[in-house]
């Protein structure tokens, strides 16, 4: 009878809460609700101003969940339904095969989460620090399980990824069957290979049930130079920018924008612009961006700037973007002894991060050697139910960390660059001066080098809490690239 009545509510709830949805696939916030520049917090612009029209400043579709006491949380915007449960890791087709037996909650439809679906639960007010203790997850963990990597198992802290059911259409890493999936330690989507031979990926997998036409278009191309998506009731620019623009002129340009009579038209945040994907396409295999043919994209292998700042590193100097074209990277395997090869590492979909500003760092940043390339195309948006808003000033939380892709075997050797030393050979007190003039002036992930007693330590730059320091590139033991 508990049971019943809770499901009862919660349905009530839905049934109120479709009255207010644009249609099958509304939108939910991605809870932002600070304002930036390009390199710290400040309190939110006045239109007009320098930096105005970003995320925080335009709320949509407010997360709501319900737990139902079953093992299942409900999503009361997009009529979702979720395992609470985090499980164990498994491999891309064990995930799949899984949801057939699944019975949470008493229901027998369970199935694998799109990554339309799965991006839904994104919630970016996460940062990603070196420690799971300091960590914010991207994902309400009031409502569901959520687990770190296990680093005293060899893993990073943000080895915790969520397969989706979504395959891309096109190769990545040398020609890998790819799938898209979620990180929420570190805030993004990327393709990850499933494994080959007797190597065996491995992630979480999170079931979903119910409101099957969420993620599926509806557009509507109008003769105002406009695209209506019927199924979120979001407005698109048919066009796009035309060039590359930094974060800050991005902003500028949406909110200058007159078109089609309307001048209400916003930087779309990272969970909107992804919404306009389509996974189905992709430059190598129908030699196109992977958007529906409707818009015109000036670039095939375009990036899209987003409004929404992407918390990653001791500074929110990074906002969102979506690879339309290929996520591409500068990558060989560590301790190959190849050169780097300019690569698709990610996929035509992937959401990843750029500086809002300055230049790109070169031969990439991070473990796979992310592209930077800071002047972006940007597609305005309108509509949806979004309502521009003024949130109060309050200081996000002080970052306490290193980089998350440290910790584990993806980290430092023994008693290089950490401070404080570690077990091992010696306990150096951190890493020399040398090291940190290495990286005076770049950014992380930048290529560094610094010259030693036995030669030349190549490196990537890496934000540590007393500044950037040159650390070994492919630093511990080997294996396979971690994404």
Known sequence: MTKFRILMAVLSVLLLSAQAWAGPYPIVDTGQNACFNNSRQIGCPDVGDDFSGQDAQYKGHTPQYANNSDGTVSDLVTGLMWVKARGN???????MNDAASCRVGGYDDWRAPTIKELYSLMDFNGWGMMKAS????YLDTRYFDFKYGDTSKGERVIDCQDW???EYVHKTMNMNDTVFGVNFADGRIKGYGKGRGNRVTTKYIRYV???PQYGHNIFLKNLDRTITDKATSLIWQKKDSGRGLNWEDALAYCANLDLSGESDWRLPSAKELQSILDYTRSPKTTNSPAIDPKFYSTDKEGWY????THLDGPKPKNAVYLAFGRAMGYFAPPNSGQSKRHMDVHGAGAQRSDPKSGTPASGGHGPQGDEQRVKNYVRCVRGGGVAYYEPTYKRIPTFKGGNPNEGGSGGMKQGQGKRGGQQGQSRRQGPPQAAFDACKGASQGDSCS????????KGLCRDVPDGTVCVPEGGGRGGPPRQ
């Open 305 to 308: 700037w987003s409004s929404t």
């Open 450 to 457: 610094v010259q030693t007693p036995h030669g030349t330590l």
């Open 89 to 95: 890791k498994v491999s891309f087709n064990q995930a």
């Open 209 to 211: 049930r119910g409101n």
């Open 164 to 166: 989706s059911s979504t």
């Open 134 to 137: 300091n960590s914010i997850p």
